[in-house]
Antibody, heavy 120, light 110 residues
Framework: QLQLQESGPGLVKPSETLSLTCSVSGGSVSSSSYYWGWIRQPPGKGLEWIGS???????YFNPSLKSRVTISVDTSKNQLSLKLSSVTAADTAVYYC????????????WGQGTLVTVSS | QSALTQPASVSGSPGQSITISCTGTSSDVGGYNYVSWYQQHPGKAPKLMIY???SRPSGVSNRFSGSKSGNTASLTISGLQAEDEADYYC??????????FGGGTKLTVL
């Protein structure tokens, strides 16, 4: 059974960079059929797709976040990572890592999510 | 990219059927058969309920069904049960090779 687990600081200061890691077990990030991505959800609000990556290196991002987002995959560690720069309070959210079938909205596995608060 | 448009809330009594709409454009919902629906209970990660407009993942009840007409996709839940009370989100692939979600719909089972 595939499992995804997010980890990283729960508190980030404004203007700093948010960094999260997603550890994948029970499956490989190197599978050619899947993209691995990040989705966030501000408290009490809806879901927002941040971006997705294929193990080959292909990446796609939400245009509204593209200038601040880096997503990478480490096949040796079976992990993916997210970096979001110049954060503000508006970036406070639960961040989920997830697997999708190719770059389709068929997101079949999700991590449990991790709350990141941006505050000084 | 703009979020897909969903009603903020819908409600129904046990045993009834409800339908949640998801309106986009010809650049997303209307242009591709890549629309999915997710169920999210409070404090939990979303769960895939429908993909490719009409397909159900293994293990999802056949009370859940999806359809699409033009730029609007719909999720229908028949035989409403108390456990169906949750937030529901639609999502679509877009012509920019991105994914977009709807704003979410809160389903209340009366």
């Amino acid at each position: 059974q595939l499992q995804l687990q997010e980890s990283g600081p729960g508190l980030v200061k404004p203007s700093e960079t948010l960094s999260l890691t997603c550890s994948v077990s029970g499956g490989s990030v190197s599978s050619s059929s899947y993209y691995w991505g990040w989705i966030r959800q501000p408290p009490g609000k809806g879901l927002e797709w941040i971006g997705s990556i294929h193990y080959s290196g292909s990446t796609y991002f939400n245009p509204s976040l593209k200038s601040r987002v880096t997503i990478s995959v480490d096949t040796s560690k079976n992990q993916l990572s997210l970096k979001l720069s110049s954060v503000t309070a508006a970036d406070t959210a639960v961040y989920y890592c997830a697997r999708s079938y190719y770059l389709q909205p068929k997101i079949d596995y999700w991590g449990q999510g991790t709350l990141v608060t941006v505050s000084s | 990219q703009s979020a897909l448009t969903q009603p903020a809330s819908v409600s129904g009594s046990p045993g009834q059927s409800i339908t949640i709409s998801c309106t986009g454009t010809s650049s997303d919902v209307g242009g591709y058969n890549y629309v999915s629906w997710y169920q999210q209970h409070p404090g939990k990660a979303p769960k895939l309920m429908i993909y490719d407009v009409t397909s159900r993942p293994s293990g999802v009840s056949n009370r859940f069904s999806g359809s699409k007409s033009g730029n609007t996709a719909s999720l229908t839940i028949s035989g409403l049960q108390a456990e169906d009370e949750a937030d529901y989100y639609c999502s679509s692939f877009t012509s920019s090779s991105t994914l977009v979600f709807g704003g979410g719909t809160k389903l209340t089972v009366l």
